[in-house]
């Protein structure tokens, strides 16, 4: 493909795919959220906020297969929660096909000599550690189904270093790390494992950390959610292990020499 603009996804793209999205109440989560439930997904809506999802629930529910609403803190989370989001899953589903990690934290913008050190472990966790422990839980279910595609979320800081991004770009790095590692170790099983940069969107993050932007000269979350169709459909059956970027549709790959 050479570009997400040759990427026509069918309507029933996504029909009886079961696919949780992490963050899925605001900004780019809910952008992909409301395309997967169009295409036809069974979406696991995962938000911090019970009003907050309550409202996407409600809303998403009218588009295409009845959403299901998953509440986590993902900074607070213990053990127990995440066993019993495991346990929703499976006695509803049995399996689960698609695992957007897209919740995240920016921090904040500040040399590493002032960095808060509270702050970089909260980054660290909810970017980096709440992920790896949902995916560790969860593996198993997606070890049943016939094809599963995790989906971890970088950044252009998320493999190139930048003054004053401190923990928000270490944390993407070790999400490429992360993603990278767990591709490698699923070969030839049925769980595909890529990462995606969305690129500058109009959201609360770009707007934290670019406060003097204008909103209006970016691209809003709509106009990147073909990526994360194709990622999560079967149109990309078999790939695993890339790194893609939302908006060109480009795709790199680092392997083991
Ligand atoms: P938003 O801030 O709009 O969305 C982030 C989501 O993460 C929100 O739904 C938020 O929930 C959720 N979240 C944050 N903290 C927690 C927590 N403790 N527990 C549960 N959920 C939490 O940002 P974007 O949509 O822009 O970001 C989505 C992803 O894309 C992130 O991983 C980000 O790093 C990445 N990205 C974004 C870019 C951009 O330009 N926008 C560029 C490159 C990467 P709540 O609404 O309750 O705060």
């Known amino acids: 493909m050479r ?3 040759d990427y026509s996804p069918r309507n029933d793209l996504l029909d009886g795919r079961v696919i949780l999205v992490t963050g899925a109440t605001s900004g780019i989560g809910l952008a992909v959220s409301r395309d997967l439930v169009r295409h036809g997904a069974t979406v696991v809506l995962h938000g911090r906020d019970a009003a907050a999802l309550e409202n996407v629930y409600n809303e998403l529910k009218e588009l295409g297969p009845e959403p299901v609403a998953a509440q986590l803190d993902l900074e607070r989370a213990q ?8 346990d929703l899953i499976a006695e509803r589903f049995e399996r689960l096909d698609g695992l957007v990690h897209n919740a995240g934290i920016l921090g904040d913008l500040s040399p590493i000599e002032h960095y808060d050190i509270g ?12 992920p790896f422990i949902l995916t560790r839980c969860l593996l198993p279910l997606l070890h049943q189904s016939k094809d599963a595609s995790i989906l971890f979320t970088t950044s252009g800081v998320g493999n190139v270093g930048r003054a004053f ?3 928000y770009c270490a944390s993407k790095f070790a999400t490429e790390g992360l ?5 490698d170790e699923c070969e030839n099983t049925s769980v595909r494992v890529n990462y995606i940069n969305p690129g500058s969107t109009r959201t609360g993050m770009r707007r934290k950390a670019f406060p003097a932007e204008d909103p209006d000269t970016l691209p809003a979350p709509e106009s990147i959610t ?7 459909g079967p149109d990309s059956a078999g790939m695993s292990g890339n790194r893609f970027e939302a908006r060109s549709g480009k ?5 083991v020499a």
């Open 3 to 5: 570009s997400w603009a």
């Open 79 to 86: 053990g127990q929660e995440y066993q019993h989001l495991t």
């Open 119 to 130: 702050l970089w472990q909260k980054v660290m966790h909810v970017n980096v550690n709440a």
């Open 165 to 167: 991004w401190g923990a």
């Open 179 to 183: 993603a990278q590692v767990l591709a």
């Open 226 to 232: 073909a990526a994360y169709l194709y990622l999560l």
């Open 251 to 255: 795709s790199t790959r680092k392997t």
